[in-house]
């Protein structure tokens, strides 16, 4: 039998673990943040916001993005303000993925499984 404190560290870590979730659009799934208006009003005429949301990089790579609509598909100058305002959130709130995410935890660090069968 685990020890009653240790039981009840295990619930309250539980308890606290979910992170809290970004405030987002409803329509478009966009996190609501500094910007994100410019980027609804400039970036879901031609394709559905989750193509964008789905992606993700560092600034160059949605500058580079940017460049390629721009010039393959249609997609209107910005300016200048816009677009680094659209750069700005695309980076911070669709960012590198390994920066966005914390590295697995190693299995010592994990809690005892409750589920794995008593000895047999
Ligand atoms: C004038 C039309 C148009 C606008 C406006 C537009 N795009 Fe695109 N975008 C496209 C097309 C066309 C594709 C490729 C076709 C597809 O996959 O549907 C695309 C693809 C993408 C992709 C997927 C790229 C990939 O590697 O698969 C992302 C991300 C993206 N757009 C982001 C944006 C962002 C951010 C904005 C606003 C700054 C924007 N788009 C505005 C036309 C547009």
Redesign the pocket.
């Known amino acids: 039998m685990a020890h009653p404190i240790a039981v009840s560290l295990l619930v309250l870590g539980l308890s606290v673990t979910p992170v809290l979730a970004a405030e987002q659009d409803p329509n478009t799934g966009f996190v609501i943040a500094p910007g994100w208006e410019i ?1 609804r009003n ?7 916001a989750s ?2 949301t ?2 993700s990089g560092d600034r160059a790579h ?1 500058l580079s ?2 460049r ?2 721009q010039e ?5 100058q ?1 300016d200048d303000s816009s ?1 680094n305002t ?1 750069l700005e959130y ?1 980076s911070s709130y669709y960012g590198p993925k390994e920066g966005t995410r914390r590295p697995a935890l190693r299995a010592d660090q994990l809690p005892p499984n409750p589920y794995r069968p008593s000895k047999t």
């Open positions: 980027v400039n970036c879901i005429a031609c394709h559905s193509l964008v789905q992606n949605w993005l940017i390629w609509m393959t598909q249609g997609l209107w910005l677009e659209i695309l």
